[in-house]
């Protein structure tokens, strides 16, 4: 059973559309997250939930919305899609908001043509 | 400011030579040190947790160690299946703050 699982793994489309990413995890963790990871390989991150609330909402322009149905997913939607969105997001839980370790999907590489 | 520094960027290494990589941090209220294995095309995977100078954490051939200031992952004797990126990452407050990485190579 995998723990934090994304999709699409993949996502490639036109500038300009609008998409989104689905998580869901299965360890009962109470923090979900939103990574961006640049082709330099730093993660950045997005946003954070916890119990379905927002607690992080790092510098992302408001073309990033995350939406949390229940504490068990955070999905993400990007509406207007830039060249400069291309990148991998990752999606990560943890049962804390801090100090404890955070488990990750397998991200969605997204490209902008 | 909180920020993490890991050091080299980049490290090749012959199959068992063993060897270390560095992560220094700067933060206010340190809520654990954490060390991740990134694969190619793989989500981060978490390897340790150090909450405390002086604590030492062992898996297989990688220790992890911690003191006020830095960690070190240490490999023993690596194998080619060690090639990975390794992340380190401090707890402060909400979040993480990642380090960019240090990429092992080790070549049979």
């Known amino acids: 059973d995998t723990a934090v699982s994304q999709t699409p793994k993949y996502l490639v489309t036109q500038m300009g559309n609008d998409k989104s990413i689905k998580c869901e995890q299965n360890l009962g963790h109470d923090t979900m997250y939103w990574y961006k990871q640049d082709s330099k390989k730093f993660l950045k991150i997005m946003f954070s939930y916890n119990n379905k609330e927002l607690i992080i909402n790092e510098t992302v322009p408001n073309r990033f919305s995350p939406k949390s149905p229940d504490k068990a997913h955070l999905n993400l939607h990007i509406n207007s899609l830039e060249l400069g969105d291309s990148a991998v997001y990752f999606c990560?839980?943890?049962?804390?908001?801090?100090?404890?370790?955070?488990?990750f999907g397998d991200g969605t590489r997204l490209s902008i043509l | 400011e909180d920020q993490v520094t890991q050091s080299p960027e980049a490290l090749r290494l012959q199959e068992g030579e063993s060897s270390s990589l560095n992560c220094s941090y700067t933060?206010?209220?340190?809520?654990?040190l954490f060390w991740y294995r990134q694969d190619p095309g793989k989500g981060p995977e978490f390897l340790f947790t150090l909450y405390s100078a002086g604590e030492e954490k062992e898996k297989e051939r990688l220790k992890a160690t911690l003191t006020k200031k830095e960690s070190f992952l240490h490999i023993t004797a690596p194998k080619p299946e060690d090639s990975a990126t390794y992340l380190c990452?401090?707890?402060?407050?909400?979040?993480?703050?990642w380090g960019a990485g240090t990429k092992l190579i080790i070549k049979p």
């Open positions: 933060v206010s209220g340190l809520r654990g």
């Open positions: 990560a839980s943890s049962s804390d908001s801090a100090g404890q370790p955070q488990h």
């Open positions: 990452a401090v707890g402060s407050n909400y979040q993480l703050i």
